[in-house]
């Protein structure tokens, strides 16, 4: 029977025909999730194991979110330690100051581009479990591009199709500009696409071995090709995708989620989706929002200063609040920030974990903060 037709007729916590149950939290949500009823009781189970468990999150970016999110539905009691005063790290909008007018309020800008290629996973399967006004989840805040438009400075603009060809119109944008638009020459496009042909029959442990070495720039043989060819299939695909650089990032990375990415213009979906808003406005403020009404705590505008350790690993946290020091003690810590971060508070921590070698981890350009 489909999920849909159970839970218009199913009550939460009446069991189905089939002896599934509908989860309460979940009754109202628009996809219910029904569980054995064996499963039910080792939910239970890890509940009550669970309650009594401190989690301090630290860091309160899409990846303290996202724990504290998983956390908090399998009964831990959570904190989430956050150095701003708003919570989303670099995935937060930011407003333009002094722009808005009458009324409305200051314009929203974004860090980055937002996007949520088609091959994502995990994070759809979270936005689907927040919930948004007028019972919809902020998944379906979600919208699919049509079109990827390139800027390219003293240049006119690309733009290229973002989904499966559906009309007469987008086939000849299809060819016309994925092949021939993008200003490099043909052959170049033929070495290109023979390179990734290269990338889709090599083994797994190629990839790992050989293709984590070779920095994409290398591997695509950058140097010896155009400036056109150096620009759009070397530094901005990379940093459109991956945001790394081109001499830096690895072949594996780079080139795999290209691949990955382009398989979703076969998707029906298409490419990439975008938000109908404002990052903040319509995914990271309802999810703190959510998150609250769980349980879960945030103390944002505070700092950790440092990780605290003893033979059993970390003892306590310290951090600042407005000027005052204070301890942090949990079960479980968490760190969610960005390895920049951890050089600062954890340089001994990491030092004495002579596997970690964190020391050449590259973090320079990706990590302003
Ligand atoms: C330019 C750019 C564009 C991007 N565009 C996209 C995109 O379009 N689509 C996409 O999927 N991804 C994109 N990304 C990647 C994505 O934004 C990040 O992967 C994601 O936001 C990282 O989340 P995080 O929680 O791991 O780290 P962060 O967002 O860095 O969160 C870490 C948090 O920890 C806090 N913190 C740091 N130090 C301390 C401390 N000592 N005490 C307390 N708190 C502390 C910080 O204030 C921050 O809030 C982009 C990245 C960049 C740089």
Not at 25 to 32: F, I, Y
Not at 138 to 152: E, G, K, P, S, W
Not at 168 to 178: G, P
Request: proline share 5%.
């Amino acid at each position: 029977m489909p999920r849909g037709t159970l839970a218009r007729v199913l009550p939460a916590g009446r069991k189905a025909p089939d002896g599934r149950t509908l989860l309460p939290e979940h009754a109202t949500g628009k996809r219910p999730l029904y569980v054995q009823n064996t499963c039910l009781e080792s939910i239970a189970k890890i509940k009550s194991a669970t309650m009594s468990m401190r989690v301090a999150v630290l860091g309160g970016g899409v990846g303290g979110l996202s724990a504290a999110h998983e956390l908090i539905e399998r009964g831990f009691d959570v904190s989430v330690y956050e150095r701003r005063n708003v919570i989303g790290g670099k995935a937060r909008s930011l407003s333009v100051p002094n722009t808005g007018q009458d009324g409305r309020k200051d314009l929203p800008g974004e860090h980055g581009f937002r996007f949520f290629p088609a091959f994502y996973r995990h994070l759809p399967d979270t936005m689907k479990r927040i919930p948004y006004a007028g019972n919809l989840t902020v998944f379906d805040n979600l919208v699919h591009a049509t079109r990827i438009l390139v800027a390219r400075a003293g240049k006119p603009s690309l733009i290229l199709n973002a989904r499966i060809p559906r009309n007469v119109e987008d086939w000849a944008l299809t060819f016309k500009d994925t092949f021939r638009g993008i200003g490099v020459p043909d052959d170049e496009v033929l070495y290109f696409v023979d390179r990734l042909f290269t990338l889709l029959t090599s083994c797994p442990e190629r990839r790992i071995v050989e293709y984590e070495q070779i920095p994409w720039w290398t591997f695509i043989n950058a140097a010896n090709h155009s400036a056109d060819y150096q620009t759009l299939l070397g530094k901005g695909l990379t940093r459109s995708l991956v945001a790394v650089r081109a001499q830096e990032g690895s072949t594996r990375t780079v080139g795999y989620t290209l691949l990955q990415l382009l398989f979703g213009l076969l998707t029906h979906g298409g490419f990439d989706r975008l938000l109908t808003g404002p990052t903040s406005d319509v995914w990271l403020t309802p999810w703190s929002s959510y998150l609250q009404q769980r349980g879960v705590s945030f103390q944002t505008s505070t700092t950790i200063k440092s990780l605290n350790l003893s033979s059993v690993g970390i003892t306590s946290v310290t951090a600042e609040t407005g000027g005052q020091s204070h301890q942090i003690t949990a079960d479980y810590s968490l760190c969610r920030f960005p390895l920049g971060s951890y050089f600062y508070i954890a340089t001994t921590v990491l030092e004495s974990r002579q596997s970690l070698r964190f020391r050449r981890w590259k973090t320079w350009w990706c990590s302003f903060r």
